[in-house]
């Protein structure tokens, strides 16, 4: 997953950011509206997590303009106002959830895997193709019943691979899902984890393929 956070308090964006690159996901991280909407132009994200008082401005004014672009990417707003009326005004404004300040990490882990799942229609967390049941969420895979242990970024490469089998993922792609723009990686690092990833879904019918020239694809070689 790629995730954008817009905050601008050191101490919330810095853990934030701890947290979900500790699991594995993308993470960019914007401490002004300027720097969101540049990022925002610059990338796709899955989930943008928006805080409402910024420096150069008012996180719903930059929710409200994506809802009225027909933007649809989840907002999950960080606010430090509890009232019932200023909750009701950004899921009106287009929010997707919204987290009260302070708030407990594990709550809002929590709360973004459900909007993931509201916005993805998705009832079950697990998916099946070719022998493997993959669990994004819960971070697991399973190959005929048997857990096979995976690192972070090789659960997210499989995510994605598992989001759209048989289509082409060119390296280019994978890399803006795996890491964020602060991160000095170079597209060897995506041959290096589809090699491990290779290996490791190997007892299954599941079988990831070079395209030469255009990237990599899963398929179920039955």
Known sequence: MRLLVVEDSMEIGEAVRARFALDGHAVDWAKTIDEAEHYFRAE??????????????DGRDFLSRRRKEENRTPVLVLTARSQITDRVRVLDLGADDYVTKPFDFDELMARCRAVLRRNRGAARNQ?????????????TLEIDGDFVDLRNRELRL??????????????????????????????????????????KIEPSRARIETVRGLGYRLYDTT
């Open 127 to 139: 998916t099946l193709f070719a022998g493997l049941a993959f669990d994004a969420e819960g971070g």
């Open 44 to 57: 796709a994200y899955d989930l943008i997590l928006l805080d409402i008082m910024l420096p150069d401005g």
């Open 158 to 199: 499989l995510e994605v691979f598992m989001g759209s089998p048989d289509r082409v993922f060119s390296k280019t792609y994978l890399m803006e899902r795996l890491f964020s723009l602060d991160d000095d990686v170079s597209e060897n690092a995506i041959e290096v984890y589809v090699a491990r990833l290779r290996k």
